[in-house]
C-alpha cells in the first residue's frame, strides 16, 4: 500500500520496515537501521554498503562522511568492455570515447604521468 507521490519529510520513528522512501540522510537511515535491529546509540555503527552512480556526489560523500563502504556503477566503463575493445585497432587510453576520456575531469584510469581527478578519487577513496 504504497503511495505514488512523495510526501512532506518523516522521521526515521514513522518509518517502517519495507517501506520504500527516497531522498532522506544517512543520519536517520542509521538510526532506522538500529532501530530495526535493536541497537543502541553506544553499539558499533550498522555495516551498510551504498550503490550509487556518481563518482563524486555517491563515492566521495559517503566514504568521506559515513563508515559505510560504497560501490561505484559507472556506465562510462561500458565503453571499456571486450565488444568495444574488440572494435579498436589498439589499446591506447586515446582511441576511447569522450564518455571514459573527459577534458575536463581527465580519465577513469590512472595515469602516473598525469594523474587525472577521476584517478585521484578513486585511489583516495576506493577500498
Known sequence: DYASSETSPISHTEMV?????????????????????????????????????????????VRSWTQWKAACVLEELEETSQDAADSKSGSSEDEYSPMVVSDTWGSYFINVENPSLHAHFVKNHAN
Do not use: T, W
Open 17 to 61: 520496515r519495507h517501506g520504500i522512501y527516497s531522498q532522506g540522510n544517512a543520519k536517520d537511515l542509521e538510526q532506522l537501521f538500529r532501530r530495526f535491529d535493536g541497537l543502541s546509540d553506544s553499539d558499533p555503527a550498522p555495516h551498510v554498503i551504498y550503490f550509487g552512480d556518481h563518482l563524486q556526489c555517491d563515492v566521495v560523500a
